[in-house]
Nanobody, 126 residues
Framework: QVQLVESGGGLVQAGGSLRLSCAAS????????MGWFRQAPGKEREFLAA????????YYTDSVKGRFTISRDNAKNAVSLQMNSLKPEDTAIYYC???????????????????WGQGTQVTVSS
């Protein structure tokens, strides 16, 4: 049974940093793409970043380039999202996701990811 468990969310002031982690278990993820998404109240789920587990190639949406960094730890079977220079508009529930299909094109498409974590709340105060 595949499980993705996020951690690291919390309350931070604007300009601060947080590091989210996603612990993956239940299968081998070497052929998978791992992605981070977020969803704010009343808004659609938004793609943030993705990484190819096998190659380490990374992909970002424009709004987080230069502020967020996605990385993987093969030994721990975990993916992280380092978030710097946080803004109040970054407030949302952050989700980790895994899927094979995004590697074929569509890194930012939520429907191509097969597994999702439960989410972790990030709140940025002004």
């Amino acid at each position: 049974q595949v499980q993705l468990v996020e951690s690291g969310g919390g309350l931070v002031q604007a300009g601060g940093s947080l590091r989210l982690s996603c612990a993956a278990s239940g299968r081998t993820f070497s052929n998978y793409a791992m992605g981070w998404f977020r969803q704010a109240p009343g808004k659609e789920r938004e793609f943030l970043a993705a990484i190819s587990w096998s190659t380490g190639s990374t992909y970002y949406t424009d709004s987080v380039k230069g502020r967020f960094t996605i990385s993987r730890d093969n030994a721990k079977n975990a993916v992280s999202l380092q978030m710097n220079s946080l803004k109040p508009e970054d407030t949302a529930i952050y989700y980790c996701a895994a899927g094979e299909r995004p590697r074929l094109g569509g890194w930012g498409a939520p429907h191509l990811y097969d597994y999702w974590g439960q989410g972790t709340q990030v709140t940025v105060s002004s």
